[in-house]
């Protein structure tokens, strides 16, 4: 097959039929459509090349795998200038997760709770140090740099929290429990509550109705929703506050709570861990009202109030971003289109710049959607051994410079055209409300 293709290309004379040929498993030439030749430039030599089905020339023949030859057209893309065909992200992709899982080493597999808790320990030292930092200055100079920075660092403890959730902090799930609850305890999370959701958002994402976080709505919930509702949805800074919100009352057209143990979000035998973790957090609602009696309002305003503020825009805006802004409208699913892995392939990378490290890598995500057992200190690995399976199906962050002041801009941008999906469909894109977007101008 592949003289084949050598000689027909080229122009040149094939061998004669008594000699024989290499038995490769390929259909014979005759079962092949002709291809058409194309002349060469006079200048240019016979020169043997496969082309792919991207129309890329791959100058090496390789005869390790079976070839598909493609029909050269007139005018085809190979050195004719025509454009490729433009990628649908919403196709199902020509691979399955069993290929994506063998790309990745195997030591991006292995937990280590000994590395993942030198992680904790570094947190909550800087944590500990920037508070006392601050309360011994005491200066109006350096709170707003303090206020960044500490929230900052309950973001990077509530990371290192979701990888307990996830079970990637380590093998041992006491350990992970007992982590999970001093991590998310102490930045007012219900650690179980919100594990069980986290888990319906992975084992749902890129659903319309099924998933959990960040979920779009359906044009007939938008429209039914009151103006001051579509507000606070799509306009900054207010959905960079949602999150205590939605751990109180969840989504729009969605009931329950991540602290009630009787909530829609959780089954019979979780009320236990859900009671649990609701007892943390009060206790640390006490602790902190205790710390408020001896310090005063004003200064654990200061040291906690004011940075668990950030902590939540940085959790809204860095989750929000991982399933909406993309230059290109993604797909969302419902019914028979939906699949694990066509739901993950709609998450997003981000780059963070300087912050990358401090948050535990988070920006690095689709992997993670797809295998959210692999540690955080691994995902960065496995992304560049997946890239080659992924193709077309990832899609290369943004590189950020030493702060990631450019996703601000794709926030806005989003916020301002994403607005609902069609009732209708199992494959859907956001949809913009231009009203909305005139009375905003209009104010």
């Known amino acids: ?143 707003p740099l303090y206020w960044i920075a500490q929230g900052t660092m309950f973001w990077a403890l509530f990371v290192l929290g979701h990888d307990c959730g996830h079970g990637s902090f380590s093998n041992d799930r006491k350990l992970n429990s007992v982590v999970g609850h001093l991590l998310h305890s102490s930045i007012l999370v219900p650690y179980h509550g919100w594990r069980i959701s986290h888990r319906t958002h992975h084992q ?7 998933d959990e976080s960040w979920h779009p709505l359906s044009e007939k919930l938008y429209r039914s929703l009151n103006a001051v509702t579509r507000k606070l949805r799509f306009t900054l800074p207010f959905p960079m506050f949602a999150y205590p919100f939605y751990l109180w009352r969840r989504s729009p057209g969605k009931s329950g709570s991540h602290f009630h143990p009787s909530s829609d979000l959780f089954v019979p035998n979780e009320k236990k861990d859900v009671i ?45 971003l991982h399933h909406h802004g993309h230059e290109e409208k993604l797909p969302w699913y419902r019914g028979k289109e939906w699949s ?11 780059d963070y710049g300087w912050l990358n490290n401090v948050h535990h890598d988070i920006g690095t995500h689709v992997i993670h959607h797809l295998f959210p057992q692999i540690s955080h200190y691994h995902l960065v690995e496995a992304t560049e051994a997946a890239k080659p399976i992924l193709g077309k199906y990832y899609r290369e962050p943004v590189k950020s410079g030493p702060l990631p002041f450019h996703l601000f801009g794709v926030l806005m941008r989003s916020l301002g055209c994403d607005h609902f999906v069609s009732d209708i469909g199992d494959v859907v894109y956001y949809q913009t409300d231009h009203r909305l977007n005139s009375a905003s101008e209009a104010k």
């Open 1 to 143: 097959m592949a003289s084949w293709v050598l000689f027909q290309g080229c122009g040149l004379r094939l061998l004669p039929a008594a000699l024989p040929r290499p038995r490769s498993g390929i259909p014979p030439a005759a079962s092949l459509k002709p291809l058409r030749r194309r002349r060469l430039p006079s200048s240019t030599s016979c020169i043997c090349c496969s082309v792919g089905l991207a129309g890329r020339r791959d100058w090496a023949l390789r005869v390790s795998a079976q070839l598909q030859v493609a029909p050269l057209e007139e005018g085809s893309a190979m050195g004719s200038g025509v454009k490729e065909e433009a990628f649908d992200p919403g196709t199902p992709p020509p691979f399955g997760l069993a290929e994506i899982r063998e790309a990745i080493p195997r030591h991006c597999w292995v937990k280590d709770p000994w590395r993942s808790m030198s992680y904790v320990v570094r947190d909550v030292v800087v944590v500990f140090g920037l508070a006392v930092a601050a309360a011994y200055l005491n200066n109006w100079i350096m709170w």
């Open 340 to 350: 694990y892995l066509r739901g993950g392939l709609t998450t997003l990378d981000r």
């Open 204 to 210: 749902n994402h890129g659903h319309v109705e099924n």
């Open 276 to 320: 649990t973790s609701t007892v943390c957090c009060a206790m640390m609602v006490v602790i902190l009202a205790g710390l408020t009696y001896l310090m005063g309002p004003i200064q654990m305003l200061k040291l906690y109030g004011i940075p668990y503020w950030i902590f939540v825009m940085w959790l809204d805006l860095v989750t929000y």
